[in-house]
């Protein structure tokens, strides 16, 4: 009975009835998998826009200019107002003011995002290409899976690099081989990217079976 | 010709692929003995020994555990997050939670309300939540300055300065290390605007999808460690020697991979047999 109980519970069921919808869809396209389609654009609008009102509006507008007294505020409201101005041919000048704000405050951060996060990369890259660098290596000796290592970063680097140089044509066989070969290493790498995200697209079905088969069946109990 | 086994290979309905997925995915889940022995890769490794290193050397910094997730990948960072906060927990470090996603304020406290008895951790003194911030570059630009400044109030709106553990925090020179759980490009941010800056290490746990995007910042030591997935919790629990949710999803995972590559070669092999046998039938 209380069995019964847990598994009508409403949220439950309703979370159970909704990943099963959901997941209905690749046997068949069906009304249950619709309905639940919508109920959850639904509910994900509803939820955006309270969430914009209590976590951002209200804390960090509304509460400060009319709870704390700093009514100067209210003067952000007609410069969002602005943004609406893009709808309209007579005011789209307001909105490409308040765009172009916008867009300086986001360049310069990307700006300082780029140097600090790129130049240690271009560092990086500077790679010897004949090392003795581990500790327990005597002085002299070449520390050859450290230098193969390298070696193969630096191929790989000037491989992918000609590839993406589209400055001038590519004319010379050794520019085209290379450019070709760092095609090809690309490739390789999407494969790895597509790889991987068939392991997050796994892990999260395999989520959704855990849901159902513990949160919502507690098959787990029968299990001991 | 077109019965023959290598052609009927080929073209298996996918519903019936779809049943065989959720059965091998659902019996390692169903039968928790059958875990997969695990063999932590060197970039756990590295994430392990960078949040040991960090907590050990800085014991009454604040670590910040930044969950960037909701429900919708909840899969692969709920893992990740659990883990994590374990290790936390196990090396008594001071850690604050933060999401620039409106749900993780919820999902990760929920995580911390389950681990915090057994490590005897309190709110306020042991562990903080930020909670859900908007305007993520922006606030870190504000946190580089003045952490409780720019945050002002914890997510149950109480005063950040209220709470003793944030009593000498002030800036990101008074955190030893940052741990990124996300799905989405947020690394760029942290690296840019603080670990570029303020050298504080970044211990990066995303989704398997992403986790390609982070080596290039691994190689160069942007940053300290990556805990790619799932599969990266299941090592992270190896680590900690311990055999949670994680590890069983892991076997999951690796039961289905097995499939799909089987299914790959079959398929392929299918391909080949039987344009080999049309070529035989042409010739005939």
Redesign the interface.
Known sequence: MEYLRHLMLPSLLFAAAGTVAILSL??KENRFYRFFEHVFIGLATG?GVA?TWT??LR??WWDPMYGEGRWWWAFVVPLGMMFYGVYSTKFSWQSRLIFGVLFGLAAG?VF??????Y???I??SFKPLLTNSQPDIAHGLIDMPHAINNWIFMAVLISVLTYFFFAFEQKSKIVQKTATSGRYLLMI?LG??FG?????R?????????FL??DWLQ?NRF?H | MNNSFWHRAQNINPKILYVIAMVVIAVPLLNPRTTLPISPNSQTKKAFDAVESAVKANPNQLVILDCQWSASTRGENQFQTEAIMEHLMRLHAKFALMGFVPQSRILSQKIADRLAPKYGYRYGIDYINWGFKPAFEQTLKGMAVDIPGTLKEDATHKPLVSFPIMRDVKNFKDVSLIVEVTPSSTLDSWLGLVQGINHTPVVYAPTAVMAPEGYPFLDSGQISGIITGVAGAGDYEALLKTKGSATQVATSLSAVYALIIFLIIIGNVGYYASRAAERKGFAE
Request: charged share 15%; net charge neutral; proline share 5%.
């Open positions: 690749v046997f939820y969430l976590d951002v804390p960090n951060t300082q995002i780029l140097s600090s996060q130049i240690p990369q560092r990086s790498s790895a990217v991987a995200t068939i392991m997050t796994e892990a999260l079905l395999i989520d959704r079976v855990r088969l513990f098959l299990m």
